[in-house]
């Protein structure tokens, strides 16, 4: 099994944290090769950081976002000599158990690509921040197709509509197979439509989802209890001085409470509408043979 990984990373502080490393390490752990891509202005200090844990760095404009900097990996890889191709961020924490155990229980579920959790914020979609493309797609050059297409929209908005529900929409067009550890659609965990990882980070850990956001620690836009989630990081192995949490500027602030204002205004004209797709994803999380999305 051959497998490379493209991390995309971003920090308003232009460093690499050690979450951040700590990361990268575990995929180097399972993926053969790993290339990472950063919009941030690095320093050589913090880029001889990466020395022995990645193969490749690359410090590009700050437009596009990850699907953009993904891209660029994409487009420098021959992906036909991969069997999986990874994608992956910096907007989580983690892992806070071993990736391989990710891998070795999404080996027995026949999908073309599959992520750790989806979304049906907006409309249904796989979440961005955990990829994986199979060999089928990989020699089809569907991936490349999606990659070649990206262009270097500036806003986030537009990233996640064009891209983070297009990318899940495109290929299930295509005809391909998803599939996701936990899913929103599994009776374990019905959420509707919100994100996931910021209302059951705790949930999502125990039915084998490695990674907490970002986000929910820094912002914690539901005003959850986060010692709790902060202990069960802790009780899985994860270090929590790694936990580093940079505050949003206030302009920041105001832009991603307007960008969750206007995701929640969407969600309201899509009532009365199916945001759940014809054939929902596999899910590794489904423990009886019900299928994903059915009702208890």
């Keep these: 099994m051959r497998r490379v990984v493209a991390f995309a990373h971003y920090d308003p502080q232009s460093s690499i944290k ?12 399972v993926c053969d090769e790993v290339h990472f891509v950063s919009t941030s202005q690095l320093g050589a200090a913090e880029l001889a950081k990466l020395t022995g844990v990645v193969d490749t760095q690359r410090v590009c404009e ?10 660029q990996v994409v487009q420098s890889l021959d992906l036909g000599n ?10 989580v924490f983690g892992p806070v ?11 027995s579920v026949a999908c073309d690509f599959w992520g750790m959790t989806d ?8 979440q961005s921040f955990f990829f994986v493309f199979r060999k089928s797609m990989l020699a089809s050059g569907a991936v490349e197709q999606f990659f070649a297409s990206v262009l270097p929209y ?33 009776r374990n965990l019905r959420l509707g439509a919100c994100n996931p990882c910021l209302r059951a980070s705790i949930p999502l850990m125990e039915l084998g989802v490695p990674f907490v956001k970002v986000e929910l620690l820094r912002d914690n836009p539901f005003a959850l209890r986060l010692a709790p989630i902060r202990a069960r990081m802790a009780s899985f192995g994860y270090p929590l001085d790694l ?10 602030y105001l832009l991603e409470l307007w960008n969750r204002i206007d995701l929640q205004l969407r969600r309201w004209r899509l009532r009365g509408r199916s945001v759940i797709p014809l054939r929902p994803p596999l899910s590794a999380a489904v423990k009886s043979n019900q299928p994903p999305g059915e009702k208890p």
């Design 18 to 29: 050690r979450y951040i490393l700590y990361h990268l390490q575990a995929l180097r752990e």
């Design 62 to 71: 700050n437009s596009g976002y990850d699907f953009r900097m993904w891209a």
């Design 82 to 91: 991969w069997d999986e191709l990874v994608l992956a961020n910096s907007s």
């Design 97 to 107: 158990t071993p990736l391989s155990r990710a891998f070795k229980r999404m080996e």
């Design 119 to 126: 979304s049906l914020e907006i409309e249904y979609h796989i």
């Design 154 to 186: 500036r806003y986030k908005l537009q990233v996640i509509r064009s891209y983070e529900l297009g990318l899940t929409h495109f290929f299930l067009d295509q005809g391909y197979v998803p599939a996701v550890v936990a899913s929103v659609l599994d």
């Design 243 to 252: 936990v580093e949490i940079d505050r949003c500027p206030r302009e920041r």
